[in-house]
């Protein structure tokens, strides 16, 4: 087994740690934009479980200025640890759907500060056009920049479901645009959305090892208060795993993803005021202790069943 620190898996503390020489902690920032989900281009309710947040639940204010969402985060920080390097992750919405003048000022005031060691970026894989990859190509050899790209699922029937409004094409074309100009690759990733069995979630993530990614995110869904899964949860119940089921077939992905992919993420904590089931995510370190240790029991480490 490959260790990464005392974990089984490429963890994204032990990725920067081995990379920086030190831990980055992030900023979650609010650009202010919107999605072409919401604002009438594709739609107007967004994803079926994005919340009015737009999974920017705990970003910033976008009322202020990014320079002073900095200083706000990195006092919040602050708090609990002596942290003096971060990462500036534009979290809210679509953060690649605005004027590229827009974009370029907020992008790099985020990056105009020293602390600041790298650009994080979460979008949509259909809103990167020439412009912004030029845009990024730019701010890439400033320092490095992250796209978090929010796939969810490769099957059809569940991206229909859930009105993710693009073709598994434009991801791929998104991807290839972004590694041709340098820029890494977080791939966002949902588990358990209705109607998904194992073996399709499994087959995302196989599909993933093809590609050239650097970080997946792998999130278990959350039926979150004020969406439009809430209200089909309460008419259609599905199917929402155990804390043990969950782990359990969480084993079964990370040895089944390639070890060179960073994990950024193998759980979430949604709001706790907006979160309906399941409930045990807010638990989340009682969640990470059992999962590591489930993970040691059954000997399982990261590409252990990975074949090229």
């Excluded at 796939?151 to 972004?178: K, P």
């Excluded at 997946?216 to 199917?239: N, V």
Aim: net charge neutral; with cysteine.
């Amino acid at each position: 087994m490959k260790r990464w620190g005392e974990k089984r898996y490429h963890s994204l503390d032990y990725h920067l740690k081995h990379t920086y020489g030190e831990k980055l902690y992030k900023l979650a920032l609010n650009g202010g934009m919107t999605c072409p989900n919401r604002d009438g281009t594709l739609g107007d309710r967004g994803c079926i479980f994005c919340s009015a947040g737009g999974s920017g639940d705990f970003a910033g204010n976008p009322r202020e200025s990014i320079r002073q969402q900095i200083a706000s985060g990195k006092e919040q920080i602050k708090k609990k640890t002596d942290a003096v390097s971060y990462i500036a992750y534009f979290q809210a919405y679509t953060n690649t759907y605005a004027e590229v003048s827009y974009l370029e000022k907020i992008f790099t005031e985020a990056i105009s500060c020293p602390e600041v060691k790298i650009l994080s970026i979460a979008t949509r894989p259909d809103c990167l056009d020439d412009e912004i990859l030029t845009l990024l190509a730019r701010l890439n050899r400033i320092k490095p920049v992250w796209v978090e790209l929010g796939l969810q699922t490769i099957h059809e029937q569940s991206a229909q479901f859930i009105r993710r409004g693009y073709s598994l094409s434009v991801f791929e074309e998104a991807v290839r645009n972004l590694r041709q100009i340098g820029v890494e690759v977080i791939v966002h990733t949902i588990l358990y959305l209705p109607g998904e069995t194992e073996l399709m979630m499994q087959e995302t993530i196989s599909y993933l090892n093809t590609m050239d990614i650097q970080g997946i995110k792998l999130q278990l869904l959350h039926i979150l208060h004020g969406t439009d899964l809430a209200d089909y949860y309460e008419t259609s119940p599905f199917f929402v795993p155990t804390m043990e089921e969950y782990i359990a077939f969480l084993g079964k992905c990370i040895t089944q993803l390639r070890p060179d992919i960073v994990i950024h993420r193998l759980t979430g904590d949604g709001p706790k005021e907006l979160l309906i089931a399941p409930c045990w995510t807010g638990h989340k370190r009682l969640v990470l202790n059992k999962m590591n240790q489930y993970f040691k029991e059954q000997d399982l480490w990261q590409g252990k069943n990975y074949k090229l």
